[in-house]
């Protein structure tokens, strides 16, 4: 007989408290939702399993529990959304994109210009 997941999420004025049992990350999400109004979406799967007490300021909570996600958190108003965009280390679903390679560092010195040369073609 296959384990149920369970999930209980408990506040008090400073602090969030999860406890998780074979929960998936998914499913601890909308406890607290439903605990916190929180909203959230994603463009993951977020079937990963997992268990254990994650306890601290929502943010650290949030921290903990998304481990292992790419996401932002945005508050506007007292209103916590929470974005998942995928699993860390992956391209966010369907998105067909590879990753970006970074812009070359501006070169501390600048190019070598023959101002006097510039000058002389002009005036030709």
Do not use: C, F, W
């Not at 601290?56 to 903990?64: A, F, I, P």
């Not at 998105?95 to 002009?122: D, F, H, K, Q």
């Amino acid at each position: 007989m296959p384990a149920r997941a369970a999930v209980s999420v408990q506040v008090d004025a400073a602090s969030v408290q999860v406890v998780a049992d074979q929960a998936t990350v998914s499913e601890v999400l909308s406890a607290l939702s439903s605990e916190l109004g929180i909203r959230y979406d994603t463009m993951a799967n977020l079937d990963s399993v997992i268990g254990g007490t994650y306890s601290g300021s929502l943010d650290t909570v949030l921290g903990r529990i998304l481990r292992g996600y790419n996401y932002v958190i945005k508050t506007r108003n007292a209103t916590i959304h929470v974005i998942v965009i995928g699993k860390a280390g992956n391209s966010p679903v369907g998105s067909g994109a590879s990753p970006v390679e970074p812009a070359p560092a501006p070169s501390a010195t600048p190019p070598n210009i023959n101002l006097e040369t510039m000058a002389s073609r002009r005036n030709r």
